[in-house]
């Protein structure tokens, strides 16, 4: 197993999440059928833009489409 550790100054640009914007209907169908297989392996970030009636929730599907900032958290 190999580990790094580097510092980082808070609020420091490290790179930009890049993946598919698709609604959440859109995920559901995938998570569904496209993406059961893959258990933990899929690399989904949740977007909500506006607020109570105005809300509206999007995800950005880096799975098959996406750069490195989708291996941040893991």
């Not at 930009?16 to 995920?27: D, H, L, P, S």
């Not at 998570?31 to 929730?57: I, S």
């Amino acid at each position: 197993t190999t580990s790094a550790s580097v510092s980082q100054l808070a609020g420091t640009f490290v790179c930009t999440y890049v993946g598919e914007i698709i609604t959440m209907q859109e995920f559901e169908r995938r998570n569904q059928k496209e993406y059961k297989h893959l258990g933990d392996r899929t690399y989904l970030y949740d977007l909500v833009f506006g607020l109570g009636a105005e809300e509206q929730r999007y995800m950005i599907d880096a799975t098959a489409k996406g750069g490195v900032a989708r291996y941040l958290n893991h």
